[in-house]
């Protein structure tokens, strides 16, 4: 492969370098620091890693939106992945690093350096930072809503700990994140049910949202604040979602996005639609949007349950090897579809994030079960452009 770098792809790069403005969910715009260090240092690997145009997605959204991807921080020992990460993403949300279990194992023992390194990383190459996440069900300790007994913990001692935990950790990553997930998947699946049964919610009670707010606002007035959830383009969740933000405003609670994590599948030929429909109605209450976890599951599967696990256990894994050509195109035509809803919403969707960064570190290799080759994502696993690429870049590039 020729390891050149064209002239039309250096002009890309030194454009993207001078870029202007990235719009922030509140609407400002911040002037991203140059990056002209960055094309220097990625050029070498660009022609591997981009579409036959040269192009990268980091050029191709000009300050549109941010485009990000989710990483952990041991994938920073592998020089090509972050060669490709580098070149073509400006934003990057730590994948498990920043939550809870993670930050907190213990009462007051903090372990900030899997997390910290994320940022060193996207400090030196240029790129922003979204923490994720504050307050989930999972991967939190059970001491910080639970008593010994895993009983609730009295309402004043819950409020303690999660102010504790997001006092903490927001302050320390005051100025080197743009934004927080504050609350994560709050809204209940189930029917009229509105909220998740979680450990803080009963351990302190339904407000446990809104003190979260608070809290991460005090903390760090500067950061943006999300509500992030799964399946909040769909009707169910999308009305709770409104309900959620209309109590918050009356609150007078800082609420710049929705967070819509956008874990689509392929056998679902709705999800771009419903996302469209959901992008007007949270437009409509006055909050900007950011999809948060993007990626497309080439593989079938049930929606709920018993019929997962059933169609799991028997081994469903029909794509060990290479995606085959015609689920390729498929999956390109669906991300196309869903950048093309993100470009009808200009202005209002402020970030697109890639759950993962190629297809052999995507979370839906292990879930719902472990050890299946999924294909989620816009890079193979030998980190080689999918016509899916291909498909947004072309969005992306249309006027
Ligand atoms: O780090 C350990 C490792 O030491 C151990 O050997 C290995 C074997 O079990 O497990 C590793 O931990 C795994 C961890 O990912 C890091 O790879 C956990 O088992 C596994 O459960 C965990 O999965 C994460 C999942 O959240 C947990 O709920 C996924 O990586 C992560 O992508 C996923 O992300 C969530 C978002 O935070 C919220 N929205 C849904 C999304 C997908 O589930």
């Known amino acids: 492969m020729d390891s050149t770098l064209s002239a039309r792809t250096f002009a890309r790069l030194v454009a993207t370098a001078l870029m202007v403005s990235v719009p922030r969910a509140n609407g400002q715009t911040d002037a991203p620091p140059p990056r002209a260090r960055v094309a220097a240092e990625s050029a070498a690997g660009v022609k591997a890693t981009t579409d036959a145009s040269g192009e990268t997605l980091r050029g191709a959204v000009k ?39 993670s930050l907190q194992p213990a009462p007051g023992r903090f372990n900030f350096a899997p997390a910290d390194r994320i940022i060193d990383f996207a400090q030196r190459q240029n790129m922003r930072v979204v923490g994720h996440t504050l307050c989930w069900h999972n991967q939190s300790p059970a001491w910080m809503f639970r008593g010994a007994d895993g009983k609730p913990l009295a309402r004043d001692e819950g409020l303690r700990n999660l102010k504790g935990h997001i006092d903490a950790v927001v302050g320390h990553f005051k100025g080197k994140v743009i934004g927080w997930d504050v609350v994560n998947e709050a809204i209940s699946d189930e029917g009229d049910e509105y909220l998740r049964n979680t450990p803080a919610r009963r351990a302190i009670g339904d407000d446990y949202i809104i003190k979260a707010f608070e809290f991460a606002h005090v903390a760090d007035p500067g950061a943006e604040l999300y509500y992030n959830d799964y399946a909040n383009e769909y009707a169910g969740k999308r009305a709770k979602t409104i309900r959620l933000i209309r109590e918050l405003k009356s609150r007078g609670v800082r609420l710049d996005a929705v967070g819509m994590q956008c874990h689509l599948k392929l056998s679902d030929p709705d999800g771009p639609e419903q996302l469209d429909q959901a992008i007007t109605a949270y437009a409509g209450e006055g909050v900007k949007v950011v999809i948060s976890e993007l990626d497309v599951d080439v593989l079938a599967r049930g929606n709920r349950g018993a019929d997962v696990a059933a169609r799991e256990r028997a081994g469903a894994n029909p794509y060990p090897g290479d995606l085959p050509p015609d689920v390729a195109e498929r999956q390109a035509t669906y991300y196309r579809r869903v950048f093309e809803v993100v470009r009808k919403h200009a202005g209002v969707v402020t970030r697109v994030t890639l759950w993962g960064t190629h297809d052999g570190t995507s979370w839906l290799n292990n879930w719902p079960v472990r050890g299946r080759t999924n294909h989620a994502l816009l890079w193979d696993r030998a980190l080689q452009p999918k016509p899916a690429l291909k498909a947004v870049l072309g969005v992306l590039a249309a006027p």
């Open 63 to 101: 300050g549109r939106f941010l485009i990000g991807a989710a990483l952990m921080s041991r994938q920073l020992n592998d020089p090509k992945l972050t060669d490709l990460v580098a070149q073509q993403f400006d934003c990057l949300t730590g994948e498990n690093e920043f939550k809870p279990a």
